[in-house]
């Protein structure tokens, strides 16, 4: 129990901070969810890493509930109406938040939220409308302090897509984080009021929505990092396997493609199935949660997310030094272990991942903060990035494999303001090669990404003076700058090219 | 199959015409301005050999009497520029409208369009007129003319058919500065000004503002006016002097003042409003 004291004694924690840990030691107290010898070697010799979820996991990862049902029919639990206003559906909001679990403790997921308000803009003035908006964004950054809190808008032009887009650009905080399903009929004038708030907040993503609609259905959600997942439902688990780890043990590609990674796969899935099992069985999560009572989520939109990082490392581990982004036989090898990891792990069925036909979904882990030497999910080494259209294009082919979530970083100098139609342009052509999740932001940004969430500069100093902070996820951006180098990613300068 | 002299291409641009672009460098000028920024695109190489030695990763040799580049070695230190007595460059390459219309079509996703530039393009204008062409042909991008406006007319009116937009680097109105800075004569220039702003593709003016030479309100108010009587819709963009790349008597000059700048600014947007573009 001498961790449980150190939790206690720990001054850097706030309460919440605390109470989250010892829920955690508590968890970890109990012995790790059965698994075969050698699942468990895969996680004692890191080749599978679980995120510390937990040893015995007792609600779901990632939750997107269904919030329009909830301002539609009221909440018997929560003791809600109807909303027939936008003080009602935005007060509704606010306390349904505090009561959707994740693996944080905080909700991942906000809800799509011009179609959840555009409704209600009628029934205030202008002003009121500005104002609750404003309050509404406050509030969720004071209560919900940490930056895996995710809002959706898009691919519509909405007066709330438009004024969370010109709020955020004022407010430049850390929360929430924030997406824009991007689509083809998504008009160029909303769409340069994102890029130009992306310029100056790294928010929001630009998610290719014409193609993720064909992945997941016109029902689905961004949560967390950039999570791609069934609205309504959501993500039991996240166990991600490293890619570098793998590569070391196989004695060259091929054995690496038909022996190591059949095998590790199999292996990973194994411990999604059995966490996502407890979860449903054991701990018996659906029958204790209102969100399902009420049909804010269903066991039939669940599904469980294999995770893989390192592919950069582990592709060089296999050709003997060659770079992605550089060596044309790096990225078809690259596309080879990624084609072969997605096909393995759809071989798996698994009884909960009833949201996703049956079948675990493919994630790109943007990694962790301890992450040392290893690159997150399938980009490019920071510091070793190619040519800003290189990188959009092998980014674009390996982004195919993950249906629940990946994304590329793109860092512009901050003169790129000057010219938001050409930077528009370059995440058009980007959707059009298939990029699914692409981030901007400028090197001169308070707002850094640091692998799918972010932080302020200036809280990462603050955290290195020693102040407490409300943010939990200020902790993980220091140590992960530090860590990963990712304030080294290349700059895009605003002329950028080879000498032919 | 023609070739030009390519002195290097960018792929991504946000600041050299509208949107997106790619740019295409061609080599040659037929001015030789004090203040150039990259004189290494002034003149073609003459094989003197000078620069092979310069050379600290071995990527360049003499072969046949001629300067060879190895792309691969070179390690863009631009050590050769510096000794090129020339105002050239090793690292031009000899390439086919077919090779440079690949390398645009393999990123014209992510284009709106694209630009050629130089030295002064024009020169090779056999060369640019069939790239521009296919552009036209083969692609939905927009195609861009950066120019120091010293255009034969025929050439200008062939050219015109196939591009979009014109950028006129404008040194000097008055002919003795702009002969003195340049040294070239500006009165054909202004004629191709007039002829490119009635056709509607006078996308920008712009002028470096070198300190001792067109520093001058006086100066700058009247290129603003001239650009504010030739028509409704382009931009004049004024930026200031640096001595980055800078050859010559100019290449030890201080860059050119914020607040006389500032001032500059001030008496071209007196004449142009919000078509004056400040420039970094």
């Known amino acids: ?22 829920a955690s030691a508590a968890e970890n107290s109990l012995p790790y969810v059965p698994l075969s010898d050698r699942a468990r070697g895969y996680l004692d010799r890191g080749v599978i890493h679980d995120l510390n979820e937990g040893h015995a996991p007792y609600r779901p990862r990632y939750i997107l509930p269904d919030y329009a049902k909830l301002l539609r029919q009221g909440s018997a639990y929560l003791n809600l109406e109807p909303s027939r206003d936008l003080y009602e559906a935005i007060n509704a909001l606010l306390i349904a938040y505090r009561n959707v679990p994740s693996i944080t403790g905080y909700p991942v997921y906000l809800g799509q939220i011009d179609d959840l308000l555009e409704p209600f803009v009628e029934t205030v003035s202008e002003a009121e409308l500005n104002k609750l908006l404003r309050l509404f964004l406050i509030n969720i950054d004071r209560t919900l302090p940490d930056a895996f809190v995710h809002m959706n808008i898009g691919p519509r032009d909405t ?27 998504t008009p160029d004038d909303f769409a340069r009021l994102a890029v130009a708030c992306a310029l100056d907040t790294s928010k929001p993503y630009f998610v290719n929505h014409d193609v993720m609609v064909g992945v997941l259905g016109e029902r689905y959600g961004i949560a967390s990092c950039y999570n791609t997942l069934p609205l309504g439902g959501g993500s039991f688990t996240l166990p991600r396997l490293n890619l570098k780890e793998a590569a070391k043990l196989a004695k060259d590609a091929d054995d690496f493609l038909g022996r190591v990674l059949p095998d590790v796969v199999d292996a990973l899935c194994e411990i999604i199935a059995a966490r996502a099992r407890f979860i449903v069985e054991e701990a018996r999560f659906f029958e204790s949660s209102f969100l399902a009572r009420e049909g804010l989520i269903s066991p039939d939109r669940f599904t469980a997310m294999a995770g893989f990082f390192g592919l950069y490392e582990g592709v060089q581990i296999l050709t003997g030094g060659l770079r992605m982004g550089h060596d044309a036989a790096a990225n078809e090898l690259a596309d080879r272990i990624m084609a072969r990891a997605h096909d393995l792990v759809k071989q798996h069925d698994c009884a909960y991942c009833r949201g996703t036909d049956g079948k675990i979904t493919v994630h790109a882990q943007s990694g962790i903060d301890s992450d040392v030497d290893v690159t997150a999910g399938v980009r490019i080494r920071i510091g070793d990035e190619p040519g800003l259209f290189e990188q959009i294009a092998l980014a674009s082919r390996l982004q195919r494999y993950f249906d629940s979530g990946v994304s590329d970083i793109y860092i512009f100098e901050s003169t790129a303001r000057d010219n938001i139609d050409g930077v528009l342009k ?23 990404r640091i692998t799918g969430y972010l932080v302020k500069r200036s809280d990462v100093e603050r955290y290195r003076r020693g102040e407490q902070l409300r943010e939990g996820t200020v902790k993980l951006g220091a140590d992960s700058i530090v860590n990963n180098r990712t304030l080294e990613r290349r700059v895009r300068r605003i002329t950028e090219g080879q000498e032919s | 199959m023609k070739t030009g002299i390519v002195n290097k291409i960018i792929d991504s641009t946000l600041i050299d ?13 037929n001015l030789s301005c004090r203040y150039c920024h990259n004189p290494e695109t002034q003149r073609l190489c003459d094989h003197c050999g000078r620069c092979v030695p310069a050379c600290p990763a071995d990527a360049l040799s003499l072969r046949d009497g001629r300067v060879v580049w190895d792309e691969v070695r070179c390690v863009r230190c631009d050590s050769c520029l510096a000794v ?25 996703d992510f284009l709106d369009g694209i630009t050629v530039s130089g030295g002064e393009c024009t020169l090779q204008h056999d060369f640019l007129l069939a790239l521009l062409r296919r552009v036209k042909a083969e692609t939905a991008l927009t195609t861009f003319i950066d120019t120091n406006g010293l255009i034969p007319p025929a050439v200008l009116a062939e050219l015109s058919a196939v591009t979009d937009g014109f950028m006129f680097d404008l040194k000097a109105l ?7 800075l340049t040294g070239g004569d500006n009165a054909l220039i202004l004629r191709n000004l007039a002829t490119v702003s009635a056709r509607g593709t006078l996308y920008e003016v712009r002028t470096v503002v070198v300190p001792g030479y067109t520093d001058d309100p006086a100066e700058i108010r009247r290129i603003a006016e001239l650009v504010g009587d030739l028509n409704r819709y382009t931009r004049y963009k004024l930026i200031p002097f640096r001595p980055q790349g800078v050859r010559g008597e100019l290449a030890a000059a201080p860059p050119m003042e914020r607040e006389r700048f500032a001032e500059l600014v001030a008496a071209a947007r007196g004449a142009l409003g919000g078509r004056l573009v400040e420039g970094r």
């Open chain 1, 426 to 448: 370059i995440v058009k052509g980007a959707m059009k090669r298939g990029m699914r999740v692409m981030a901007l932001n400028t090197s001169d940004s308070e707002l850094i």
């Open chain 1, 159 to 185: 007066r709330i897509g438009r004024l969370v887009l010109a709020l955020e650009r004022e407010l430049k905080k850390a929360v929430p984080n924030l997406s824009l399903k991007y689509s083809a009929t």
């Open chain 2, 174 to 180: 008055d002919p003795d500065l702009h002969r003195r």
């Open chain 2, 84 to 108: 090129c007595p020339h105002y050239s460059s090793p690292k031009t390459r000899i390439m086919t409208v077919a090779e440079v219309f690949a390398r645009i079509a393999a990123v014209q």
């Open chain 1, 1 to 22: 129990m001498d961790n449980v004291l150190a939790i206690i004694k720990d001054t850097s924690l706030d309460y919440p901070q605390k109470r989250a840990a010892l």
């Open chain 2, 17 to 29: 015409g509208p949107g997106s672009r790619l740019a295409v460098f061609l080599q040659g000028c």
